[in-house]
């Protein structure tokens, strides 16, 4: 049986999936980088403040769905939210509110 080939723009459309009105920022490893930058800033130079609350992502590597907690933090005196999390051991996701 002949292998199909995968239409590359489906394939794409889910790289960056997330709940409505979050976008996919960065992903990498965690702790290999020493900026994680959002908002315009480093978040890794404000306190995080945990919402309570959790965003549905999906992995853009491997299509798999993970639940984030969202953070707040006050940049220039506007609050934002974002979420952060582990897709699998040391490889993080960013997501922001849009």
Same mark, same amino acid.
């Given at each position: 049986? %002949? &292998?199909?080939?995968?239409?590359?723009?489906?394939?794409? !459309? =889910?790289?960056?999936? !997330? !709940?409505? $009105? =979050?976008? &996919?920022? %960065?992903? $990498?490893?965690? $702790?290999s980088e020493p900026e994680l930058r959002c908002f315009g800033v480093n978040l890794r130079s404000y306190a995080w403040e945990r919402t309570g609350r959790s965003v549905q992502v999906r992995d853009p590597l491997h299509g798999e769905y993970h639940s984030f907690p969202v953070y707040a933090v006050v940049v220039n005196g506007k609050r934002r939210e974002f979420a952060f999390g582990e897709y699998s051991m040391c490889i993080f996701g960013l997501y922001a509110r849009k």
């Open positions: 049986m %002949a &292998h199909k080939r995968r239409d590359p723009e489906k394939r794409n !459309a =889910w790289r960056s999936e !997330a !709940a409505p $009105g =979050w976008v &996919h920022v %960065a992903s $990498g490893m965690t $702790g």
